[in-house]
T-cell receptor, first 112, second 112 residues
């Protein structure tokens, strides 16, 4: 069993929809949680990171962490066709947020 | 400020050969990490260097090695290539231990 599980999708939604992306993890040693977005033929780019349980908002994006359930989520409001990409959750054990453990990624398609 | 650059972008090798990939971090960044991305295993951490010292290593065989130079540029080497080494190899850099990593576009290696 992988340390981080993520539904690979694909997930197809109409423009303007609210998107929910999720990851579960098994290792309670993970301290930092991140969401990356990866467009085709590009490297991942950081969207959000969080340390504690709870919600963190940044524009149309909200990251949610529930350490007791070992479950993290990313919500995208008012989704746009430009949000079409693969979304990867990532976690790390140390304060340096290095040696990241990634989920397999969820491919999102926002239909205009 | 220029982003992380990786060379070459594409590479084709045959089984048994060796390959060297190069990564130039963002100016001023001292930490460089390498990841392997494949459709089956997703993104997996290879190793991390800081000030020319390897600080973390993922679960990869000894055929995978790396180094970092005094200007923070990094190289990774794969010896005795196998078909399963075909992947996108990503480099990420960060300024300090606690900073977020920024990824380059990757080098796509195909082993025939």
């Amino acid at each position: 069993q992988k340390e981080v599980e993520q539904d690979p999708g694909p997930l197809s939604v109409p423009e303007g929809a609210i998107v929910s992306l999720n990851c579960t993890y098994s290792n309670s040693a993970f301290q930092y949680f991140m969401w990356y977005r990866q467009y085709s033929r590009k490297g991942p780019e950081l969207l959000m990171y969080t340390y504690s349980s709870g919600n963190k908002e940044d524009g149309r994006f909200t990251a949610q962490v529930d350490k007791s359930s070992k479950y993290i989520s990313l919500f995208i409001r008012d989704s746009q066709p430009s949000d079409s990409a693969t979304y990867l959750c990532a976690m790390s054990r140390d304060t340096g947020r290095r040696a990241l453990t990634f989920g397999s990624g969820t491919r999102l398609q926002v239909q205009p | 400020k220029a982003g992380v650059t990786q060379t070459p972008r594409y590479l084709i090798k045959t089984r048994g050969q060796q390959v060297t990939l190069s990564c130039s971090p963002i100016s001023g960044h001292r930490s460089v990490s390498w990841y392997q991305q494949t459709p089956g295993q997703g993104l997996q951490f290879l190793f991390e260097y800081f000030s020319e010292t390897q600080r973390n290593k993922g679960n990869f065989p000894g055929r995978f090695s790396g180094r970092q130079f005094s200007n923070s540029r990094s190289e990774m080497n794969v010896s005795t290539l196998e078909l399963g080494d075909s992947a996108l190899y990503l480099c990420a850099s960060s300024y300090r231990d606690s900073d977020t990593q920024y990824f380059g576009p990757g080098t796509r290696l195909t082993v025939l």
